[in-house]
């Protein structure tokens, strides 16, 4: 298995986890702030209808027309006629129920028994301020219904306004982010995963294989002057490390073939001062017969030869013919031959 191979195998499933449990996280966080931006939307919405019941309440009380019967019911007619004006999402309703649990307006047609039904006990609780699962600021998420809604009073009228949203709305929208979410996690690991490759290959492996193709090439006893892996860091020090070891081996070897020329011309010199040598001197070997009489040799053919013309044919050497004292005396008894020392030498 090829060294990129190896380290893709460690890195990239750590790259599938982290984006993974990103995109969980994300995915959380995605759903806490559209569950926010819902309340934020609801909150606006029913502020502005709230303002809108205050301000008629106070023209009645300003006018003291609170107590008289006929324009409160006329003054609640055009709250209620305000709020069906109200541009709102198809998915919500905005509705108000008095403190007995009957619906006194709905922005929708929704039957008034069904609704008396299913809201009435929450607007009595919200009179108690029983509404255990709602915060500081009115927001209740019901998963019996799968409905969120906000709920404010207004105790002058007695009642209770609330603005409720199906969360089948959040649900679509949850799961398109979570479908865009996952798209994105996957092309961004994919687009990480090919980066993370490049990056491999770009930086490590092709520097190695440089390195390695300069390592073969030393070891055939060829040259690396510079071996370029584009980089200062340890693959750079490696590969400087490489060529001054490339120039050491040169410079070595570079010495022992000078070292070995020298060898070879002294060798040379040698063997021809011992040619020289050797042609000067011829020397005599072996057992040599002679004869113990007449003192004559005998040859490898079986001729017996004069001893001088023996030593003139199997040697280098020069013969000068002289007498010796013994001789002189023997032979010469009349001349006085060895008076010259010179004689004879």
């Keep these: 298995m090829k060294l990129q191979t190896k380290i893709s195998l460690g890195i990239i499933p750590l790259v599938l986890c982290s984006i993974f449990f990103l995109g969980l996280w994300s995915t959380k966080k995605t759903g806490e702030n559209l569950h926010r931006s819902a309340f934020l939307y609801m909150d606006t919405i029913i502020d502005v209808y709230m303002q809108d019941i205050h301000l008629h309440h106070d023209l009645l009380k300003t006018n003291g027309l609170d107590a008289v019967e006929s324009f409160v019911t006329a003054y609640q007619n055009q709250v209620f006629a305000a709020g069906r004006e109200i541009k709102i999402a198809a998915s919500s309703h905005l509705f108000i129920m008095d403190g007995g649990g009957h619906l006194k307006f709905c922005s929708k047609q929704n039957s008034g028994q069904m609704m008396e039904s299913l809201w009435g006990p929450v607007a009595r609780a919200a009179v108690k301020g029983d509404i255990s699962r709602a915060d500081g600021d009115g927001h209740v998420y019901d998963d019996a219904i799968e409905i969120m809604y906000v709920v404010r ?193």
């Design 153 to 345: 009073q207004f105790p002058p009228w007695n009642w209770v306004v609330f603005f409720a949203m199906d969360h089948d709305v959040l649900h679509v929208a949850e799961r398109q982010i979570q479908l865009a979410t996952t798209g994105i996690a996957v092309a961004c690991a994919g687009l990480l995963i090919f980066i993370i490759l490049l990056m491999l290959r770009r930086f490590f492996v092709i520097p190695v294989k440089k390195i390695g193709r300069a390592a073969s090439a030393i070891a055939n006893g060829g040259q690396v002057d510079r071996i370029n892996v584009g980089s200062t860091d340890e693959l750079g020090d490696l590969a400087r490390h490489m060529e001054a070891m490339s120039a050491a081996i040169q410079q070595q070897q570079a010495d022992i073939i000078k070292a070995n020329a020298e060898l070879e011309q002294r060798v040379r010199e040698r063997t021809r001062d011992l040619e020289t040598a050797l042609s000067e001197i011829k020397t005599l070997k072996g057992i040599i017969p002679i004869c113990s009489h007449c003192k004559k040799i005998r040859d490898d053919d079986g001729y017996w030869n004069q001893l001088e013309t023996y030593i003139l044919e199997h040697s280098e050497a020069q013969l000068s013919h002289g007498i010796c004292r013994e001789c002189a005396e023997k032979h010469y008894p009349d001349l006085d031959l060895y008076d010259d020392d010179t004689l004879g030498e």
